[in-house]
């Protein structure tokens, strides 16, 4: 099934995982996916890998499993500077041999250890390629506070446009951590006419080490009741656990209370927070949208 059909139901509620690292072993993500089915998603997608790591395969067989083995519909993700079209091609035929109608184009991050390809130098060139061989919703992604590379908000938002322009059936935002910046966001993204579903990225923060890393990856704003319980949990590894799941659950509160088309967990593989934060909101998911 095409995700971007699930929107006219519902609030979306889905998640991410990503393949083990290569020092363990890949059944770690089975036990992970059966322990998140218990949650039923709406879709759970599937990363290549961060920094661009070379496990294409590992991808499509894990959205395989997810679809075909836990019954869930899947997602995989592409990073178009992985691959030149004729290496595209085949994965794409790979992707619908495997049954999976979903894919998230991206341009990928460049990883200064592998030589991007130069075909798809732009997000939208992938969605535009895979619209032209294939079938597939293709998701898209996008940033409420900008992306590090643009110059300007209103310059991500152009960029924004073509991509849907180019195909692009639905978005997941990166991660934030003030739902201010995600209303700002969507405003001004319908007003450009893009007026496909936006999920709202969320992820829960369980330790600092975390949360330093997602700010010098994606240049996220951190607002200052963010900050005060970083300060006072930190040398409290369960009680800023706990605290960084609470602040999820808030996130979450307020944008289903504002109608949001969805939610994407960015669930880091670990299935007790995906249990706390799923155990907290079903009740509101299940509540209709407000005309």
């Known amino acids: 099934m095409k995700t971007n059909l699930l929107f006219n139901q519902k609030t979306v509620f ?30 759970i997608s599937v990363t290549y890998g961060a920094g661009g790591s070379l496990n294409g395969q590992t991808t499509i067989d894990i959205a395989h499993s997810v679809k ?24 794409l035929h790979d992707l619908k041999c495997a049954g999976i109608d979903n894919v998230l184009a991206l341009r990928g991050d460049i990883n200064p250890n592998v ?13 535009s ?3 032209e061989n294939g079938d597939f919703n293709v998701i898209g992604a996008c940033y409420p506070e900008g ?50 579903p936006i999920e709202a990225g969320i992820m829960p923060v369980t330790n600092k080490n975390q949360i330093e890393r997602m700010v010098s990856m994606c240049g996220v704003n951190l607002p200052k009741k963010f900050k005060q319980m970083m300060e006072k949990y930190e040398h409290h590894p369960d ?23 969805g939610i994407h967990l960015y669930t880091m593989n670990n299935s007790y927070i995906a249990r706390r934060i799923s155990e907290a909101v079903s009740t509101l998911l299940a509540v209709p949208k407000s005309k």
């Open 129 to 131: 390629f895979i619209k």
């Open 147 to 196: 992306h590090l590379e643009a110059t300007t908000i209103k310059q991500d938002l152009i960029h924004l446009k073509e991509k849907v322009n180019a195909g692009t059936d639905q978005l997941i935002s990166q991660l934030f951590f003030d739902n201010d910046y995600f209303y700002a966001f969507l405003d001004k993204a319908r007003d450009m006419d893009i007026n496909v």
């Open 239 to 261: 009680a800023f656990r706990d605290a960084g799941i609470a602040y999820a659950i808030d996130q979450i509160v307020d944008l289903v209370s504002q109608n949001v088309d």
């Open 14 to 43: 889905s998640f991410e995982v990503f393949p083990p690292k290569k020092t363990s072993p890949l059944e770690t993500i089975y036990s992970t996916l059966r322990e998140l089915g218990y949650f039923k998603p709406d879709f």
């Open 115 to 127: 030589k991007p390809k130069d075909d798809f130098r732009f997000a939208s060139e992938l969605v």
């Open 68 to 91: 075909h083995t836990y019954g869930i519909e899947s997602v995989a993700h592409l990073p178009g500077i992985n691959f030149d079209k004729n290496e595209m091609k085949k994965i």
